[in-house]
């Protein structure tokens, strides 16, 4: 548990440096004060001045009066390790904590909203909708009457204006995935088939939207999410939750100009049920990592309503233990359940690939995850750290868990030695 | 249903270009794109897995324990903040009877790879997983355990591999390779190769060595007298010996009157650098070429002199690894001559060096604090201690005190934390490595 937790101050720090500094500051001399209870830990620092520190038990959010804008500051940290060095006593949270924590409880109802701009709101939003997907409809007309053969050589502009007005149509969904098809055209070998299938599940969901009335629920909710519709999160939070001992297999942080967002992947213990919880943060701020790969985790989480249901919300959550078994299948198997998300929803993008038993080898054309069948899928040629991986494995079979496009895996994690280890 | 291969060349080229396929399905407005999705969904879900070939081998098992996830974070660490402490942690990983964790060999691999000078203490902490994944990887050759290779034919660099690695199992046979070829070598791999006898150097190479003194190219004569100085069982120490008992028979020092046709052969160098006297730079490469040992040192580097044998001394000691004239050097050096090579320190045992260098510190600080500087990790206690103190006083502390930090026991008094402020970050992570990678008892 100890090093679990070690892990854990790794992995929320912004950067190592201050990992370093916090340690200087780990000493019970620099702290006058503080304690701890079920739901938080706090203390007073020495330093410049008497700095008040908190950190919230449930996500390990932090509080401190410092100066510092690294978050979480050293003295959070430092306050972390005291804790797991057992130099906390149990004791009564001062006032100032008690305030905080009630702070971030979340908000009681909302006032109402007003329904009749809100209905306004939504027509409006509705209108644009309609009038975007005719203007999407003429543009896949045009594209597929003229041929997607000179799509590799045309100007990113042309997909980035086409996805602007789909911005400007309020369908942010859908603007993304024209932005893709530039991604698509200029993928190298077998561009043809990927660009031709995104061009026509463009299409798809051209049609699905406008006969959406007609879909089954949980289909409409997925056309209406791939347009861009979002669900309040309060919402859904009210809902019954799905309960189960979360398995924490990996994450995968992609970097925008603006923004961080991190996915990270969870399989139930007792479920089976795969799930993905996603994070955002502005381009310096800390995404959360309280769902920290190699552990397990009670939870209640609520999904996003789909025919093929994978992102969800944590609801409730108890403390993480460390991951004691790796649920992987064979490839075919993972493969096979890939198939049937599909055929639930065709929109399904990355999917979640837990292997068992998988040797890396590397062959002439690239790197290959085979299991002892002799079935393998292909390692994304992009992935930079198959030699961490060919090392965690030394030959052998390990599992293996990553993100699954359709055509290659980029490994997040490997289980190797009764660990799990993130690459 | 159309396979997708056929709908995708229809769009390829262009609905109004192209007759649709033989089959009468609709193909207006959005009913190609909707036809695309359905047949690449039909494909993408039922594709097979691909079948390939099992292959490569297996890394053996390791018999050294792995470090420990903690040690490893610590090397993350030193990695992204503090590279240059990277060589304590390997010292410390092998010294603690571990071996580097799985997911950090392809780092150090090629760390190794790119800094040729930390190959040897990254090979320390491979293990076998190391050694094999090394051999997988053609980049990592010089790490990889295998004797595979051809003398005969193989491009230089594996040749010197191969060659460093026979001569670690079995040097004679090793040896009695090279003699087999060296004929036919050219002189840049003649001289390469006689270099890298280094490795497992005994006194059965002498006769080879000797008459490597007799090669045609300068640069192999050289290699070969600069091993032969380091037997003193040889024949050319021998005449070195002779050569400088001739200069120190008398009270006064004797120079050399020439660079005779026997001194080039053994490798004197007949041409001084700039500003110092061709007798004078004879008579320090026969110094620094012969065992120190039994010299009247005390009277050498207290005469006229002076600066020549505080030098040639220097470059003897090291080179024979003698510490008790590294010592009388040392000293000289604390008491503000100039000349030796601070080098010296590493030549002392470490108990001796730590001892001497605090004893230093209480008489002349800087000149004895520019000694400590050169002192390995990790000082000893009071020696970190006295060390800081010292440099506490210094002009220019803050570059002295960030060099101290790399080697004064990371365990400082809390007293010491102000001085140290800067330096607290990197004394901490090492406290870390210590606490981590502990030498046995």
Not at chain 2, 113 to 126: E, H, I, N
Not at chain 2, 240 to 266: N, T
């Amino acid at each position: 548990m100890a090093d679990l937790t070690q892990a854990q101050i790794a992995a929320i720090a912004p950067d190592t440096q201050t990992i370093a500094r916090a340690q200087a500051v780990a000493s019970p001399v620099k702290w006058p004060a503080g304690g701890q209870d079920e739901r938080a830990l706090w203390g007073q620092c020495r330093g410049a001045e008497l700095y008040d520190v908190a950190i919230d038990r449930r996500d390990l959010a932090t509080r401190c009066t410092c100066p510092s804008r690294r978050r979480p500051c050293k003295h959070a940290l430092a306050l972390l390790m005291l804790s797991l060095g057992g130099m906390v006593a149990p004791g009564t949270a001062p006032a100032w904590v008690d305030a905080w924590l009630a702070e971030r409880e979340p908000k009681g109802p909302r006032r109402p909203p007003d329904a009749e701009a809100q209905q306004k709101r939504v027509a409006e939003r509705e209108a644009k909708i309609a009038a975007g997907l005719d203007e999407l409809e003429r543009w896949l007309d045009d594209l597929l009457r003229q041929g997607i053969a000179a799509a590799p050589s045309r100007p990113w502009e042309t997909w980035d204006q086409a996805a602007a007005r789909l911005v400007d149509a309020q369908a942010p969904g859908l603007a993304r995935r024209v932005r893709a098809l530039h991604a698509a055209a200029v993928s190298g070998e077998g561009w043809p088939e990927r660009l031709a299938e995104r061009v026509g599940l463009l299409g798809v969901l051209v049609r699905a939207y406008r006969a959406q009335d007609a879909l089954p629920d949980d289909l409409r909710a997925d056309v209406r999410a791939q347009i861009g519709w979002t669900q309040a999160q309060d919402d859904l939070l009210a809902g019954a939750g799905v309960r189960d001992a979360w398995h924490v297999l990996g994450t995968r942080v992609e970097e925008d100009e603006r923004y961080r967002s991190q996915r990270t992947w969870l399989c139930g213990r007792d479920t089976g049920r795969n799930a993905l919880v996603l994070a955002f943060a502005a381009a310096q701020a800390p995404l959360d990592r309280s769902l920290l790969p190699g552990t397990t985790v009670d939870a209640e989480l609520v999904f996003y309503p789909g025919a093929a249901p994978l992102r969800a919300l944590v609801k409730e959550r108890g403390e993480a233990r460390r991951l004691a078994a790796f649920p992987g299948a064979g490839v075919d198997a993972a493969l096979g359940a890939w198939a049937r998300a599909l055929a639930l929803c065709p929109f399904v993008e990355a999917f979640p690939l837990a292997l068992a038993n998988v040797t890396p080898l590397r062959r002439k054309d690239g790197w290959w995850l085979r299991d002892a069948r002799g079935d393998a899928v292909r390692v994304a040629g992009r992935f930079e750290k198959t030699w961490e991986l060919a090392a965690l494995a030394g030959g052998r079979p390990i599992g293996t868990f990553g993100e699954w496009d359709g055509e290659t895996v980029w490994p997040l994690s490997a289980w190797a030695d009764g660990e799990l280890e993130e690459l | 249903m159309t396979p997708y291969p056929a709908l995708v060349k229809v769009a390829l080229l262009g609905r109004g270009r192209q007759a649709p396929p033989p089959d009468d399905g609709p193909f207006g407005g959005l009913d190609l794109a909707a036809r695309l999705a359905a047949a690449a969904l039909f494909e993408k879900a039922g594709r097979l897995p691909a079948r390939i070939d099992a292959g490569g081998g297996r890394a053996p098992d390791d018999d050294v324990p792995r470090a420990s996830p903690a040690a490893s974070r610590a090397l993350a660490s030193v990695l992204a903040a503090f590279p240059e402490i990277l060589p304590e942690w390997l010292a410390r990983c092998r010294g603690a009877g571990r071996r580097a964790r799985a997911r950090d060999l392809p780092a150090l691999l090629e760390l190794a790879r790119t800094t040729p000078r930390l190959r040897a203490p990254v090979a320390g902490v491979l293990g076998g997983r190391g050694r094999w994944l090394a051999g997988e990887n053609p980049a990592w050759s010089f790490a990889a355990e295998t004797d595979a290779g051809d003398w005969e034919t193989d491009a230089r660099p594996a040749r010197l591999a191969l060659l460093k690695r026979r001569r670690a199992a079995d040097p004679d046979a090793a040896r009695a390779l090279l003699e087999s070829t060296f004929a036919k070598e050219g002189g840049e791999d003649r001289a390469a190769f006689v270099a890298a006898l280094d490795t497992g150097l005994a006194i059965s190479d002498e006769p080879f060595l000797e008459r490597a003194l007799d090669d045609r190219r300068k640069e192999v004569r050289r290699a070969a007298a600069a091993l032969l100085v380091r037997l003193p069982g040889s024949r050319l120490a021998r005449r070195m010996q002779e050569r400088l008992h001739a200069s120190l028979r008398g009270a006064r020092v004797v120079f050399p009157a020439a660079c005779d046709d026997a001194m080039l052969r053994d490798g004197v160098e007949p041409v001084p650098p700039k500003g110092v006297g061709a007798k004078a730079f004879w008579l320090f490469q026969i110094v620094a070429a012969v065992p120190p040992a039994g010299l009247p040192w005390d009277r050498l580097v207290a005469g006229e002199h002076k600066p020549l044998f505080l030098a040639a001394g220097s470059r003897a000691a090291l080179v024979h690894a003698d510490a008790d004239v590294a010592e009388i050097l040392l000293r000289r050096a604390a008491a503000g001559d100039e000349g030796v090579d601070a080098a010296l320190v590493e030549v002392l045992p470490e108990n001796r060096r730590h001892a001497l260098l605090e004893e230093l510190l209480g008489e002349r600080a800087p000149e004895a604090l520019a000694l400590v500087l050169r002192a390995p990790p990790t000082l000893s206690p009071s020696l970190s201690r006295a060390a800081v103190r010292a440099a506490s006083r210094a002009p220019y502390r803050g570059r002295i005190l960030a060099e101290l930090a790399r080697r004064i026991d990371p365990n400082v008094d809390p007293d010491l934390h102000t001085v140290l402020a800067d330096q607290l970050p990197v004394l901490e992570l090492r406290a870390r490595i210590h606490r981590e990678l502990p030498r046995p008892p």
